[in-house]
């Protein structure tokens, strides 16, 4: 895959990221060695985890973050990757969850960063990220606890990932004015059928809508990392099985009705799968767009990433 560079970094990252939300339920030990290897092998750098991965299944914490790590040292590809993993998460372990709850204190970030490092068994993250925002704490004070960490050598850069573009502009005029690097990346909940969708039953995941496009076509410093690039596969089973396969979706609207019938369109254009007419929708943004995929297994990777070769066309993703 081809390597994007954010500007004014230098992090050079390929085309998708691997996102191991499933390592250490899906795939572990080999099994995990041959997911990992396989992106990496097709030109894949990136790999995108979470220290609250997968805390809501019981009986251990951070159990992606420690399969990404053992990984890394039975490989020995540290310095060939970028890592990237995110902090303050809502307590998923907690007896009543709330995602409303901030735990984005200076004390509770380092916290979280000290237990990805030794998960992960390195001394810095490329790319560290505030899983969540908290508007009752100044752009100030998160902008200077990540910097806190910068000067500290435990991150190179950081990112946000379900902020608002309202906060993300303060926050960037807060680092003008400091003469801060900034946020490197934004990571949002944005997909071919993500704007004509039901809410997600999950209100604190921030959706790319018009006003975050335009945020992004003007500002390159901050690269777009969408999750949730597959639609959770509602196109894929609707096209597949019908429409009793994801009445339940909330990708199920008489909108993206119109998007499937766009995506069998493009998929007997360019004689490929749906899944590469899905992820074929980030190649044409305004923008450099960087997808996370979440594998199903090794054997994924050359499907998803081979998305990357097709010479998709702009007017493609224009829903008549």
Known sequence: MKRIRIPETDLSVSSMGCGCVNAGLKWEGKNADEVFDAFFDLGGNLYDTARVYSDWVPTEVGRSERVLGEWLSRSNKRNEIVLVTKGGHPDMRAKDIDLHKSRLSKEEMEYDLNLSLKALQTDWIDLYFYHRDDRTRTVEELIDTMESFVKAGKIRYYGCSNWTTERMKEAD????????????????????????KRPAADDTLVLMDQEMLAYHRENPRN?????????????????????????ESEYYTEENEKVKDQMIKI???YHITITQAVLGFFTCQDFACV????????????????????????TDYIME
């Open 223 to 247: 690269l777009a990392m969408p999750y949730m690039g597959l639609c959770s596969g509602a196109f894929n089973k609707w096209i597949a099985l019908g429409e009793e396969a994801v009445r």
């Open 291 to 314: 997808p996370l995929y979440g594998p199903r297994g090794a054997d994924s990777f050359a499907e998803a990433c081979g998305t990357f070769e097709i010479p998709f066309e702009k």
């Open 267 to 269: 998929a007997e254009k």
């Open 173 to 196: 005029a807060y680092c003008r004015k400091m003469g801060y690097r900034g946020f490197a990346a934004n990571e949002m909940y944005y997909n071919v059928g993500s704007m004509h």
